[in-house]
């Protein structure tokens, strides 16, 4: 049966930062990403990164605040969020593909699996 499950959602003051986990289990995952939704607002991207990690993209909203990365070992995908602001606030969902990622990496209807999400709240 295959699973993702997220940790280290939380609550952080702007400006702050938080690391959020999502370990799969059950089968591996070429491709990995980071999708969040605000309340009233549609699911959106904001990082995927490819198997071997040497292929990463973000939402232009997190560029240079967020990173994603991976340990393919422990079958982990990381997102670390620093500069957090108030617009950060969301449920942030894992989500994983079997196939490797294509140009559409942003779409959420191309990603098989996804985590139960984690919430993220920024104070200002």
């Known amino acids: 049966q295959v699973q993702l499950v997220e940790s280290g959602g939380g609550l952080v003051q702007a400006g702050g930062s938080l690391r959020l986990s999502c370990t799969a289990s059950g089968r591996t995952f070429r491709a990995m990403g980071w999708f969040r939704q605000a309340p009233g607002k549609e699911r959106e991207f904001a990082a995927a990164?490819?198997?071997?990690?040497?292929?990463?993209y973000y939402a232009d909203s997190v560029k240079g605040r967020f990173t994603i990365s991976r340990d393919n070992a422990k079958n982990t995908v990381f997102l670390q969020m620093n500069s957090l602001i108030p617009e950060d606030t969301a449920v942030y969902y894992c989500a994983a593909r079997p196939l490797t990622l294509t140009s559409t990496y942003y779409s959420p209807a191309r990603y098989d699996y996804w985590g139960q999400g984690t919430q993220v709240t920024v104070s200002s």
């Open positions: 990164i490819n198997w071997s990690g040497d292929s990463t």
